[in-house]
T-cell receptor
Framework: AQSVTQLDSQVPVFEEAPVELRCNYSSSVSVYLFWYVQYPNQGLQLLLKYLSGSTLVKGINGFEAEFNKSQTSFHLRKPSVHISDTAEYFCAVIPPGFQKLVFGTGTRLLVSP | DTGVSQNPRHKITKRGQNVTFRCDPISEHNRLYWYRQTLGQGPEFLTYFQNEAQLEKSRLLSDRFSAERPKGSFSTLEIQRTEQGDSAMYLC?????????????FGPGTRLTVL
C-alpha cells in the first residue's frame, strides 16, 4: 500500500530563517504529489502539486518543492518564513489508478520572533 | 463565501447514539470526498462520490457508517451506534472533473467527540 513519511513531527524556526519540511513516499511508479497546509480551525489548503514535468514546483505564499524520483522525496522549502506560516503541513500522494489522497502524519511548523 | 461547508462544526454525543454530518460542496463540483483525521495523524480516506454514485469505500468505513449524496449535490455521513474510537475530525472535500489530479478543496471539518 502507498505510504507517505514525514519524519519531522515538529519544526521550530525563527522568523525570516529558511525552512525545509521533509516528505518521502513509497512507490515504484509515478504518483501525483501534493503539499497541503492546515491553519488552526480551518480546512486544508493546497500549497502546491507535482503532476509531471519540471521537478521544481512553485506554490502559494512563497513555498516551493522539489520532486526527486531517485530518492522518492518531495521536500517543501521556503527561503524566509513569517510568523503567519505557523501551521500544520501535510504531504500527500495520489497513487496511480486511484482517486484518493494518501496523507503523511503532518509536520507542525512553529515560527517564533 | 462559496467554499465547501460542513455542519455541524462540532458534535458531542454519547456512546451508542447515532450522528449525521452534512457537507455542501462547491457548486458544480461533481466529486465529493470524505476523510477522517484523528489527533496527530493525517487525514484518512473514507469514501468518495462522483455525482450521486458512491465509487469507492475504504475498509475504515465499517457497516456502522453510511454516506449518501442524493441528487449529486450535498452529502451526508451517518454513524450509527457511535463508539469512543469514532471521535475524530471528519473532513469533506470536493473537486471538479474526473481526473485524479484535480485539486480537492476541503471544508473546515466536523469535530466529533463521543463520550
Amino acid at each position: 500500500a502507498q505510504s507517505v513519511t514525514q519524519l519531522d513531527s515538529q519544526v521550530p524556526v525563527f522568523e525570516e530563517a529558511p525552512v525545509e519540511l521533509r516528505c518521502n513516499y513509497s512507490s515504484s511508479v509515478s504518483v501525483y504529489l501534493f503539499w497541503y497546509v492546515q491553519y488552526p480551525n480551518q480546512g486544508l489548503q493546497l500549497l502546491l502539486k507535482y503532476l509531471s514535468g519540471s521537478t521544481l514546483v512553485k506554490g502559494i505564499n512563497g513555498f516551493e518543492a522539489e520532486f526527486n524520483k531517485s530518492q522518492t522525496s518531495f521536500h517543501l522549502r521556503k527561503p524566509s518564513v513569517h510568523i503567519s506560516d505557523t501551521a500544520e503541513y501535510f504531504c500527500a500522494v495520489i497513487p496511480p489508478g486511484f482517486q484518493k489522497l494518501v496523507f503523511g502524519t503532518g509536520t507542525r511548523l512553529l515560527v517564533s520572533p | 463565501d462559496t467554499g465547501v461547508s460542513q455542519n455541524p462544526r462540532h458534535k458531542i454525543t454519547k456512546r451508542g447514539q447515532n450522528v449525521t454530518f452534512r457537507c455542501d460542496p462547491i457548486s458544480e463540483h461533481n466529486r465529493l470526498y470524505w476523510y477522517r483525521q484523528t489527533l496527530g495523524q493525517g487525514p484518512e480516506f473514507l469514501t468518495y462520490f462522483q455525482n450521486e454514485a458512491q465509487l469507492e469505500k475504504s475498509r475504515l468505513l465499517s457497516d456502522r457508517f453510511s454516506a449518501e449524496r442524493p441528487k449529486g449535490s450535498f452529502s451526508t455521513l451517518e454513524i450509527q451506534r457511535t463508539e469512543q474510537g469514532d471521535s475524530a475530525m471528519y473532513l469533506c472535500a470536493s473537486s471538479f472533473g474526473t481526473s485524479s489530479n484535480n485539486e480537492q478543496f476541503f471544508g473546515p471539518g466536523t469535530r466529533l467527540t463521543v463520550l
